[in-house]
């Protein structure tokens, strides 16, 4: 195994909201009243039922409760565990699904400062990923320039999956948000299932929900590329947050040729999709979609023809790795450094911010 | 709509090649309107000119997404008589047969009755695309061969037309779109791969087609190399949902093409789905083997457009994960995107490997001697 050094960051834990009603007290008397005169039903996504194996290590599920809600577990089972200077918290709470951006917007500031309170203030070490209501503009730029006056909040969180592509200039304001705040746009999987969750179609099972995460990453990377999200935004970064890694080098070859032949029809892609990755876009290490021998892993960072693009994660609770084997086999000691620390605080500006607290 | 093309050299511009080639994507098309109307019943020929094809996007002619060339093909490949690039067999031997010493050709014949919205129109013109692959191609050149295109939303009618076409030396192989209502394993399917099983015809999965769904899972994206590019994460999914279904656990005797969709991507497709099987089989249970395993028994996969990679070590390594035993040469004539035989494959990759690539694959795996 390859050893982890201390002080990492670890860019993709997930704090899990123990039910809807634990928002109530974030959210203002209408919104209270709307929950639970309705009786609304806890915001579970399909894209991680809460006792699928994906969604928990075994030896990391908790006797009760969901996987991912207790504080004092994330502390033993991965910060302390591997060390981690920071811990960057990217709540996975079913926001996103929601249809009217009202009850978007009302959940989504109950959810950041849910967040705040209930982890961010509880250790030191905790960072935290702003949830918008991308089902209004608007209000998600709102959102995020409430939420980032707190300098703890190091990145802008979407889903992979939702209702146009990413690139779409409908987006672009969110971006401008981002890019004038220091934040980075985190893109997680998930489904906001406004869309089949794949694109061609409906499956049967959650495994093919869960294998389709993957080719929705290539689809909105090239969405991306291609809409001159980075023309116009250049210091705009974007991390890919348990997308995998190891299609990218075929996927850009791929993009590169038909950028090569059809240009004309993006003019404004005057980069490379390569070179736009390399200096745009990061990916979080878990899960590593490779087989366990070191040397085919090394071979994969090769054709990535560069050491920047990983950021270590443990993606916590969820199931990637067995023991302590969170980082794959043969890796040099000096890609864990880049891996564990440069790389992350390179990304994460906010990271080197003293005055933590508004 | 005539498009006056600049004199251009004799036979095209190929560089030619030297030993025999197999070309495993070739578009036949159809001259005029109105080619196919012989191959059709009376009443189809009002249908169309009243109501049109009637498919699962909103464009009464063309596509949604323009191409970036008139047809998505070569400007220097219509023919001298006039008619749609690929819709000359003449032109074809002289521009692409003959100098790139093609000795195998697989005809995909594209726009044919497959995802459209009417299953009676899309049975009857899948059935006269057959046909007139036979009158207009391969009975006139016989290095040419057919794809047996059938309507596939109706299982049981496309299997009923693979059933017809059995034994017809004309054809080798079933042809399906990527793109469809639902992801290629769902059981709506299963008479096509039943009777294709029963048929000994290989399937092969041409990137495009409409199903009805966005092209992405995050809704339509706006440009026309969104979906070019697109293809590749279509036909992962396509494949994943034929492997997770359990279809080769069923038809074991049953082997897919992937048509113009990439091979890269193959290797990263197969690692995560043994990864997440071993977290999800529980959900899976009738598979019974890893599903790379499924992966590598089952499926083949054709070359362009080539991956092009700036190392050629690193598309050496990519083709060592799938196997030199698994692709088929391919130039996509006459669409733009045209691979030139003569230049696909990087010096280094010894002889043995070069005949498999060109030739031998296909010829074993459509049984040609």
């Avoid at chain 1, 009202?102 to 500031?109: H, K, S």
């Avoid at chain 2, 464009?59 to 749609?84: H, L, T, V």
């Amino acid at each position: 195994m390859t050893s982890p050094i201390a002080g990492g960051v670890d860019c993709d834990l997930h704090p899990a909201v123990p039910h809807l009603t634990s928002l109530l007290p974030y959210m203002n008397d209408y919104w209270r009243d709307q929950v639970t005169t309705r009786g609304m039903m806890d915001l579970i996504s399909q894209s991680y039922p809460t006792n699928s194996p994906i969604s928990s290590r075994p030896d990391w599920r908790p006797a009760q409760g969901k996987p991912g809600s207790s504080l004092a577990d994330m502390q033993r089972q991965a910060l302390d565990k591997f060390g981690s200077a920071y811990g960057i918290c990217n709540p996975l709470y079913g926001v996103q699904m929601v249809f009217s951006e009202d009850m978007a917007d009302a959940f989504c500031r109950a959810l950041n400062d849910w967040l705040v309170k209930e982890w961010l203030d509880k250790d030191d070490r905790l960072r935290g990923s702003i949830v918008i209501p991308v089902q209004s503009i608007e209000k998600a730029v709102a959102e995020i320039e409430r939420c980032a006056q707190d300098k703890r909040f190091v990145q802008v969180l979407m889903l992979v999956m939702g209702d146009m592509p990413l690139g779409k200039r409908h987006y672009w304001p969110i971006y401008a948000a981002a890019e004038r705040l220091g934040l980075p746009i985190g893109i997680h999987a998930g489904s906001a299932y406004h869309n089949p969750p794949t694109s061609v179609g409906w499956g049967s099972y959650h495994i093919e929900d869960y294998i389709a995460q993957a080719q929705a990453f290539q689809t909105q990377l090239t969405s991306l590329i291609v809409e001159g999200v980075f023309a116009r935004h250049p210091a705009l970064k974007m991390v890919m947050l348990e997308s995998g890694f190891t299609w990218l080098p075929p996927f850009l070859w791929r993009l590169h040729k038909f950028w090569r032949g059809v240009r004309m029809e993006t003019p404004w892609v005057d980069r490379a999709p390569l070179e736009i990755v390399r200096s745009n876009i990061r990916f979080s290490l878990q899960p590593v979609d490779a087989p366990p021998e070191g040397d085919t892993l090394n071979r994969l960072f090769d054709h990535m023809q560069s050491d920047e693009l990983i950021l270590f994660s443990t993606d916590y609770p969820h199931w990637q790795f067995d023991g302590d084997d969170v980082l794959p086999k043969g890796l040099s000691q000096d890609l864990v450094r880049k891996i564990m620390i440069d790389n992350p605080q390179a990304t994460y500006g906010r990271l080197k911010m003293k005055e933590t607290t508004p | 709509m005539n498009i006056q093309i600049r004199e251009r050299p004799e036979a095209g511009a190929s560089a030619g090649i030297k030993t025999a080639i197999a070309d495993c994507d070739i578009h036949p098309a159809r001259a005029t309107k109105d080619e196919l109307y012989p191959y059709l019943a009376k009443r189809w020929h009002a249908h169309l000119e009243t109501f049109g094809v009637h498919a699962y996007q909103g464009m009464m002619e063309g596509p949604p997404y323009p191409k970036a060339q008139p047809n998505a093909s070569r400007r220097d490949a219509y023919p001298p008589e006039g008619g749609q690039q690929g819709s000359s067999l003449s032109f074809m031997q002289k521009q692409h047969l003959d100098p790139n010493n093609v000795a195998l050709g697989v005809l995909n014949p594209l726009n044919t009755g497959q995802g459209l919205r009417n299953q009676d129109l899309a049975g009857a013109i899948c059935s006269a695309i057959n046909d007139w692959q036979i009158e207009k191609w391969t009975s006139k050149d016989t290095r040419l061969k057919g794809s047996v295109v059938v309507p596939n939303e109706d299982g049981v009618a496309a299997a009923a037309e693979i059933r017809k076409r059995a034994g017809d030396t004309n054809f080798v192989q079933v042809l399906l779109l990527s793109r469809n209502v639902e992801p290629l394993g769902q059981r709506r399917y299963w008479p096509i791969y039943e009777a294709a099983q029963e048929a000994g015809l290989p399937i092969g999965v041409h990137a495009f087609g409409f199903g009805g769904n966005p092209i992405t899972a995050s809704g339509w994206p706006s440009y026309y190399i969104e979906e070019m590019v697109g293809h590749s994460q279509c036909q992962q999914t396509a494949l994943a949902s034929l492997v997770l279904e359990g279809v080769f656990e069923r038809f074991p005797k049953l082997k897919m093409v992937m048509v113009e969709a990439g091979f890269g991507w193959a290797p990263s497709l197969a690692w995560r789905l043994d990864k997440v099987f071993s977290r999800l089989h529980a959900e899976v249970p009738h598979l019974k083997r890893k599903p790379s395993e499924y992966i590598r028994d089952h499926i083949w996969w054709t070359t362009q457009p080539m991956e092009d990679p700036e190392s050629r070590d690193h598309l050496f390594q990519t083709i060592e994960w799938i196997g030199w035993d698994r692709l088929l040469f391919a130039t996509d004539y006459p669409h733009w995107d045209f691979d030139e035989p003569s230049r696909v494959l990087p010096a280094g990759v010894s002889d043995a490997n070069r005949q498999a690539f060109y030739l031998d694959n296909a010829k074993q795996l459509y049984g040609i001697a």
